[in-house]
């Protein structure tokens, strides 16, 4: 998947290893739907047990001569459990493990893990942190041209009852915003209107620019893009680097110059950030295609508006953060090494589960990796990698 750089915005990966010979099975094994799971065992590599209601299992080794070889009756398995646990940025300590016996592991890095001359067999389970939780340091850049209102008060967005869609749209991803965000503003028109100077506290934002003499100004003729992001990409270079960097830019038409387009400043921007742009009213395809961001699928992030009053919800739903997708990979099938894929189910509180893997030492002497990759409503990848080594 290619996804765009990002923090990570946070990521808990809970793992029970339960160590018994009972799953040990037939050899090589896959499974494969391109929506589930898919798992490749190369024939005399490994024994997978019966499989997950994720995964679809195939026939063994077609001869006793491709099959692993059997543990002498001396041979006894080690038994124990492994939670593996990968910490979110405010989470202090890992979570208390799913059995008595259980180790916790937090964090990536290495295990070792004594081997066991009856095999061992491995069965994870695990759970996704919030992509929310992690540091995020967001940008608004709002329009503040004549059109959006004018000196009589007339245009896209006009002051109404005190206030206007502008004003409620930045309050609003403010008040959903965790506590540890730090926020920056740019308004602009034919230039640069107001700059917060650098990133702060949420609720300090709100307090010295959440308002409509601010939000809601009337600064003239010009749609100057190129000012609004080349002050957007110095703001960003005092973001935080455990930060993802998030730039919301709402407008209601496009430059009017190529001097003003921001296509090249757009450009050096989604280097470090991802930027969701959102349309009132006007022509949508320059906006949509030179500025905003894509996604791992290639679809900008991006959104139009008909209303003012619809800017507040529209603009709230592109900043809410959310995992899109998730994939959790045990081994690296590298040399005829086993590889197990499963798709993580976000319908269930992110939680997943792969088959019983039966390993044996001799196959895995450099270990077994275990790998969570995610994606989230921002494009930005996340994940982390751990090993299994043997002692």
Request: glycine share 12%; with cysteine.
């Amino acid at each position: 998947m290619a996804w765009e750089r990002g923090s990570y915005a946070g990521l808990i990966a809970a793992i029970m290893l339960s160590l018994g010979a009972a799953a040990c099975g037939g050899g090589g094994a896959s499974f494969a739907d391109g929506k589930g799971a898919r798992r490749i065992a190369p024939a005399g590599k490994d024994d997978l047990s019966p499989p997950s209601a994720d995964a679809t299992a195939v026939p063994g080794p077609a001869s006793a001569a491709d099959a692993p070889a059997t543990p002498s009756p001396q041979a006894v398995a080690e038994t124990r459990a492994l939670d593996w646990y990968w910490p979110c940025a405010q989470d202090e300590s890992p979570p208390a493990p799913t059995q008595d016996d259980a180790t916790v592991i937090t964090g990536g890095g290495d295990f070792i893990l004594p081997p066991s001359p009856g095999g061992t067999s491995l069965a994870v389970h695990g759970r996704l942190c919030n992509p929310g939780i992690g540091p995020r340091d967001v940008v608004f850049v709002i329009d503040v041209s004549e059109s959006m209102r004018n000196l009589i008060n007339l245009g896209n967005d006009p002051l109404k009852s005190g206030t206007c869609g502008r004003n409620e749209a930045v309050k609003a991803v403010l008040a959903g915003l965790p506590a540890d965000t730090r926020v920056a503003l740019v308004t602009f028109a034919g230039g640069v209107r107001t700059d917060s100077g650098g990133f702060m506290a949420p609720g300090e934002l709100a307090a010295k620019y959440g308002s409509a003499d601010i939000l809601c100004d009337r600064a003239g003729t010009g749609t100057d893009y190129t000012a609004a992001l080349t002050r957007t990409l110095a703001l960003l270079a005092g973001g935080r680097p455990d930060a993802s960097h998030e730039v919301y830019f709402v407008s209601d038409g496009e430059p009017g110059s190529a001097a003003a387009n921001g296509v090249d400043a757009a450009a050096q921007v989604r280097e470090t950030a991802t930027i969701a742009t959102l349309m009132l009213k006007g022509d949508e395809a320059f906006l949509e295609n030179k500025i905003a961001s894509r996604d791992a699928a290639g679809v900008p992030l991006h959104a139009k508006v008909d209303a003012a009053e619809d800017l507040a919800s529209t603009l709230a739903g592109l900043a809410n953060v959310h995992l899109t997708s998730a994939l959790v990979r045990f081994g690296d099938g590298a040399q005829g090494a086993q590889l197990i894929e499963v798709p993580v189910d976000l319908t269930k509180a992110s939680t997943f589960a792969l088959p019983p893997v039966s390993l044996d030492p001799a196959h895995y002497p450099n270990g077994f990796t275990f790998t969570l990759e995610t994606l989230d409503s921002r494009g930005v990848k996340g994940g982390g990698t751990g090993r299994v080594l043997w002692q």
